[in-house]
């Protein structure tokens, strides 16, 4: 989980289902971000890493993240488009945003631990 | 144009990367892969561009004309800034992170020299894989496609089939990838402050062990062979991954050599964990390494027997502490020697060059007469590698396992002022006998 490359990748799909969510809730529509985002939900995603040892953050935020992630998850694999009232894709969006915060205080922590001083 | 700061930042660091003058390498086989690592990141800086344009800004020109038909005006950069400024600012940090890394790689911390010795695992391995080594903050392997491609992976896919919200209009960004292809390889980091430390250089035979696994499938190969490896977690993929972990690290104290035990202390002495779904406790780690130190012996040289005995006077009580600590139950002992043993097996079925075999070959180097013309070096003690290294400062074309494993046995003498260039001085000259002996043999 403190693989750089790792963090972004998930730090986009993230952005993406909240793009989705957003125009989901303003125009009603079902975009491609909405659909390629529920269809991750679905999936079982490799996040492990092969380094020689576990970094602190990932001690520290592990639990946290996966707390967060497994709620949104969750909550995406009931997610059906023309069932769902737009209030519930706004709670959804607000895990979303809380999920997105806590990946991103990882990877800054990660990117400034690689500068040289 | 919507983003043309964006493009204009991307273009900037692309220009840099453009500019790099590769000449200032001057190993060409490590310039080679690093003119390839500098065309993977422009690559990848132009797949950015393909996906903000074809991905971001397209589907936002879609809302504006959605509103515009509704009687709404609407900006498409605020649009964008609206529902896509995560994507943008990420695509920012990405480009800043590409720059980064490549800097890291072009102007390292550890010598040049040293991927010559990493990359010869891999020649070991009868194998061959563009590598860089790259300065970092933590011991860790990456696929170029890992590094450049895979976080891009999510808006590449949306790209790829992109409907406009709203209405049936397809945004085709099949051309996302087209021309810019991401090429094979592979990149070690090392964390940059321990680059000079020569005990944790064992720590990239591990790292290039994990690239080997992957691309040669070696636990998976194992397994099916209707092998039954112990199980240290009831949780299936889990224990897949511990079982992994200590396989490789088996693996990297039979090629490296008894010190490996010293390195893997001492780096969890720096870095200590508890166990993750990814690494299981250091103790199981240490105690299958600590098997292999114990019950190999090599009888034509003193130099395994004398790394051996230095090896558990300098850890032997820190091993000591790091068992009792994790409560080692007569159980957890058995799986571990279990699991050495099979795995130990593996490794000697598959015939690689470990260093006992390393060990046996500089002892018979006298004896190799294949040609008038072959470099011979005199096959030297325990003591002689170490006082010609540590005392006389004479760099040594040896294997620089059997260099390492006497330098760490004698620590206690070693200067990184006085011996750090020796070490890579020997490393270079091993590199450059080993080319000769080659083309002489081939001719």
Not at chain 2, 193 to 218: C, M, S, Y
């Amino acid at each position: 989980m403190a693989s750089l490359p790792k963090l972004e990748r998930l730090l986009f799909v993230i952005s993406t289902g909240i793009t989705g969510l957003e125009i989901y809730r303003e125009y009603g529509v079902a975009s491609t971000e909405l659909k390629y985002f529920i269809g991750f939900c679905n999936e079982k995603q490799d996040l492990s890493v092969r380094a020689m040892g576990p970094s602190l953050l990932v001690q520290k935020y592990s639990q946290p993240i996966k707390e967060s992630y497994d709620h949104v998850i969750g909550e995406m694999q009931d997610f059906d488009a023309e069932k769902i009232s737009k209030e519930k894709a706004q709670k959804i969006l607000l895990e979303l945003d809380n999920l997105h915060d806590l990946i991103s205080r990882v990877y800054d922590l990660t990117r400034v631990t690689t500068m040289p001083f | 144009m919507p983003l043309d700061s964006v493009y204009d930042h991307i273009d900037f660091i692309m220009g840099q990367i453009k500019q790099w003058k590769s000449s200032s390498v001057p190993y060409p086989g490590i310039r080679k892969n690093l003119v390839l690592s500098a065309d993977n990141h422009v690559n990848g800086l132009s797949i950015i561009k393909n996906v903000l344009s074809k991905a971001i800004i397209k589907p936002a020109k879609g809302i504006q004309e959605r509103l515009e038909k509704e009687g709404k005006k609407a900006d498409v950069e605020d649009i964008i800034r609206r529902h896509w400024f995560r994507q943008v600012t990420e695509c920012y940090h990405v480009v800043e992170r590409f720059n980064f890394d490549f800097s890291n790689q072009i102007s390292p911390v550890l010598p040049f020299e040293t991927h010559y010795w990493i990359q010869s695992v891999f020649e070991n391995w009868k194998t061959y894989f563009p590598l860089v080594l790259e300065a970092s903050n933590q011991f860790v392997n990456h696929s170029f496609k890992e590094k450049i491609l895979d976080p891009l992976a999510p808006l590449i896919e949306v790209g790829l089939d992109y409907t406009i919200p709203g209405t049936l209009e397809k945004v085709n960004v099949s051309d996302v990838l087209e021309g810019f292809k991401v090429s094979s390889g592979y990149v070690i980091s090392y964390i940059r402050g321990e680059a000079k430390n020569v005990l944790l250089w064992p720590i990239l035979i591990h790292e290039a062990f994990h690239i080997i696994d992957r691309e040669k499938n070696l636990v998976g190969s194992l397994l099916g062979q209707d092998v039954k490896l112990p199980v240290f977690s009831e949780v299936k993929d889990i224990n897949s991954r511990w079982v992994q972990e200590i396989f490789i690290d088996i693996f990297s104290a039979k090629y490296f050599g008894p010190t490996y035990l010293i390195s893997l202390v001492n780096y969890f002495e720096r870095l200590p964990y508890v166990q993750t779904i990814d690494h299981p406790e250091m103790a199981l780690r240490i105690r299958a390494v600590q098997e292999y130190v114990t019950t190999t012996d090599v009888e034509y040289t003193d130099i395994f027997d004398k790394c051996k005995s230095h090896c558990f006077e300098i850890v032997g009580e820190k091993i000591k502490n790091f068992l009792a600590a994790a409560d080692f139950s007569v159980e957890k002992e058995e799986k571990i020697i279990e699991m050495y043993k099979i795995v130990s097996g593996w490794f000697d079925e598959l015939n690689p060059y470990s260093f006992r075999m390393a060990l046996k070959n500089y002892q018979l180097q006298k004896n190799d007469e294949k040609s008038e013309k072959t470099f011979v070096d005199p096959v030297y003690s325990f003591s002689e590698i170490a006082d010609l290294v540590l005392t006389n400062q004479v760099s040594l074309a040896i294997d620089p396992r059997i260099l390492l494993n006497v330098v760490m046995a004698q620590y206690q003498r070693y200067d990184p002022e006085k011996h750090f260039e020796i070490m890579t001085d020997s490393i270079l000259k091993w590199k450059i006998r080993r080319e000769w002996n080659k083309i002489v043999c081939c001719s």
